[in-house]
């Protein structure tokens, strides 16, 4: 296990940096337990064990997928913080306000600037 990096960034992302870098621990412990959980997916004794194990193979793989685009924008985060580039929204290029940071660490855009983005996606059908 990686130790704990010293946090260097802006001291008011302090508690965020924490809270990531546990949110992203948790996520790779979750990550392992789901394979763990099955680990007979090579034999299939008829077909239907195979149908069940290929299926839960699937649902092992879709959970692995979003928790590692998850992971990647954790890391992303952690990046921002460590290099202080974090908390810029990348749309209007303002702070982004820290209760919105609070609440939602991995984002990259404040609120006006995501809202506009998605009413854009929603009339693009
Ligand atoms: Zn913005």
Do not use: W
């Not at 992302?13 to 990531?20: D, E, K, P, V």
């Amino acid at each position: 296990m990686r130790k704990k990096q010293p946090y260097a960034g802006e001291p008011k992302y302090a508690s965020i940096f924490h809270a990531l870098q546990q949110q992203r621990a948790g996520l790779i412990q979750g990550a392992e337990a789901v394979v763990e959980q099955r680990p007979g997916l090579a034999t299939f004794p008829d077909m239907n064990d195979q149908a069940t194990a290929e299926a839960d193979q699937n649902f092992a793989l879709r959970i692995k997928d979003r928790e590692r685009k998850l992971i990647k924008k954790i890391d992303e985060a952690l990046d921002r913080l460590t290099t202080r580039t974090y908390g810029i929204c990348e749309g209007c290029g303002e702070e982004i306000p820290l209760k919105r940071l609070k609440a939602r660490p991995v984002t990259t855009f404040c609120i006006e600037c995501k809202t506009q983005q998605e009413q854009e996606e929603h009339s693009r059908g």
